[in-house]
């Protein structure tokens, strides 16, 4: 079983910035990639980004050129920089990593942008 800790959501204005944290922990299988997904009221959850062990990164078109995903292998943590905020980011953001076995989520934080 994978233990992923969210941490790093809140309010932020809009323009404003927001820099999301995901540890991974207790895993007993290699991790083989990591995302960022989302989930507004009413919506279907969508992918925001990825990012592969060899640090490979998918973007979805709305986030790309504003959102930077990064991850520190050792420490099994993926990063999501949130620059350029948006009231259209407000959502549940969720952590997913993937192993051979199953993929694993976080329990999800809570991102508002809000003036």
């Known amino acids: 079983q994978v233990r992923l800790v969210e941490s790093g959501g809140g309010l932020a204005l809009p323009g404003g910035s927001l820099r999301l944290s995901c540890a991974a922990s207790?895993?007993?299988?290699?991790?083989?990639?990591m995302g960022w997904y989302r989930q507004a009221p009413g919506k279907a959850r969508e992918l925001v980004a990825s990012i592969s062990s060899a640090d490979y990164t998918n973007y979805a078109d709305s986030v790309k050129g504003r959102f930077t995903i990064s991850r520190d292998n050792a420490k099994n943590t993926v990063y999501l920089q949130m620059n350029s905020l948006e009231p259209e980011d407000t959502a549940v953001y969720y952590c997913?990593?993937?192993?051979?076995?199953?993929?694993?989520w976080g329990q999800g934080t809570q991102v508002t942008v809000s003036s």
């Open positions: 207790d895993s007993p299988f290699d991790i083989y990639a």
């Open positions: 997913k990593a993937v192993t051979h076995v199953a993929d694993y």
